[in-house]
């Protein structure tokens, strides 16, 4: 690996950054350094520009959020090897670059049909990862470092959440609770028969719903999604779903349980005309 990139790594650690996130940042910087001409010390900004624009074939394109991750990893690492404290590199190719637009993304829970399918035909040990995850709306990373004890009857406990901390999630969930019930002590997703990692759970899931089951698109964080959902059908505000997802912002919640374009088309159809513009219109 880089030297330079193996520093910065260093000082991801320094603050308290993820592991997960460090690699993130590591596999994409390295990429970086192998597809840059002079390497990640001495590019240019138009030679940046041209990586970060992703592959010219439009079936390699980058989705926008793919496009907006390199761009946020590499910001990170040029800011910091030129800050004068570091100065490791004299001038940050990136500086007044501007940052790719991303779209507004869109609550996406699974339908009902999917939903049937998922959770009563799949095998193990993506049925159980799919329970998790509706029952409560644990991420990959979660569901891998699950274990039994971990599910209480008032709450589940996480050891290792996103940020790198513990957390819990209040409420009883009664439906994993009884299908856990069985099995033995220790990580729920070796138990059935999977492997406790969570690009393992989170590849191989979407694989599985899309070849075996014909569910293309269907994921295991699309559950998270459908969780999210079932909270603000039953009428729970905003503040409640931000807790029980773990977000930070508010506005992080919005994109899970934001109204849907169908839900507004009816809250559109269900509104009265007054009475004053019927005679209008008349």
């Not at 819990?168 to 406790?196: C, F, N």
Request: hydrophobic fraction near 40%.
């Amino acid at each position: 690996m880089n030297k330079l990139i193996q520093l910065h790594l260093v000082a991801l650690r320094q603050q308290s950054m993820s592991e997960r996130s460090r690699e993130d940042a590591a596999a994409v910087l390295e990429r970086m350094h192998a597809a840059l001409k002079l390497g990640i010390a001495k590019t240019s900004r138009t030679e940046l520009e041209s990586f970060l624009a992703g592959p010219a074939d439009s079936k390699r394109a980058w989705s926008d959020g793919t496009r907006a991750t390199y761009f946020g990893h590499a910001a990170r690492f040029y800011a910091w090897a030129t800050d004068p404290d570091v100065d490791l590199i004299s001038h940050n190719p990136m500086e007044n670059m501007p940052r790719p637009q991303t779209r507004r993304g869109k609550p996406r829970p699974l339908s009902p049909r999917e939903l049937d399918i998922v959770l009563t035909r799949s095998a193990q040990p993506f049925r159980l990862c799919a329970l998790i995850a509706f029952e409560t709306g644990l991420r990959c990373c979660e569901i891998a470092g699950l274990r039994k004890c971990d599910v209480g009857e008032d709450d589940v406990y996480i050891r290792k959440a996103k940020g790198g901390g513990s957390e819990t999630v209040p409420g009883r969930p009664a439906a994993l609770i009884d299908a856990i019930s069985d099995l033995p002590d220790g990580l729920l997703v070796e138990a059935v028969g999977g492997i406790a990692d969570a690009r393992w759970i989170s590849i191989r899931s979407a694989v599985y719903f899309r070849r075996t089951l014909g569910l293309p698109g269907v994921s295991l964080h699309r559950m998270r999604h459908t969780y999210a959902k079932r909270l603000r059908d039953a009428g729970h505000d905003l503040f409640v779903l931000q807790r029980q997802l773990r977000h930070k912002s508010v506005q992080s919640t919005q994109i899970y349980a934001g109204a849907t374009d169908e839900e507004c088309r009816q809250a559109v159809r269900g509104l009265t005309t007054p009475s004053y513009l019927s005679q209008i219109a008349s």
